[in-house]
Nanobody, 127 residues
Framework: QVQLVESGGGQVQAGDSLRLSCLASRSTSSIYTMAWFRQSPGKEREAVAVIRRDTSNPSYVESVKGRFTISKDNAKNTVYLQMENLKPEDTAVYYC????????????????????WGQGTQVTVST
């Protein structure tokens, strides 16, 4: 099992940057896949970025490509989401997800791929 705790959210202006952190209760090198998702009021939870255990081939949804970067520090058991040039449409609760099972890469953006979730951190971007 793994517990996840997100932090780093806040209220910013459009064009600003934020870095979210997700602290895991076990070594991130032992977690097959980790991801950031987000959920806005009235909408389903959607994927943002995914990173594999070996950190190869981080993957992003189209709406954040070139603006967001996912990374992890195994020494700190932490996954990060660096967000640049934030837009009002990025406003959401951001969640960290983890899968201890081997991930079908084609399913990396599915919520059902992840068995463990944090409590979320709110990001609000104003104009």
């Amino acid at each position: 099992q793994v517990q996840l705790v997100e932090s780093g959210g806040g209220q910013v202006q459009a064009g600003d940057s934020l870095r979210l952190s997700c602290l895991a209760s076990r070594s991130t090198s032992s977690i097959y896949t980790m991801a950031w998702f987000r959920q806005s009021p009235g909408k389903e939870r959607e994927a943002v970025a995914v990173i594999r255990r070996d950190t190869s081939n981080p993957s992003y949804v189209e709406s954040v490509k070139g603006r967001f970067t996912i990374s992890k520090d195994n020494a700190k058991n932490t996954v990060y989401l660096q967000m640049e040039n934030l837009k009002p449409e990025d406003t959401a609760v951001y969640y960290c997800g983890a899968s201890l099972r081997r991930t079908i890469w084609g399913a990396r953006f599915w919520t059902s791929t992840y068995d463990y979730w944090g409590q979320g951190t709110q990001v609000t971007v104003s104009t």
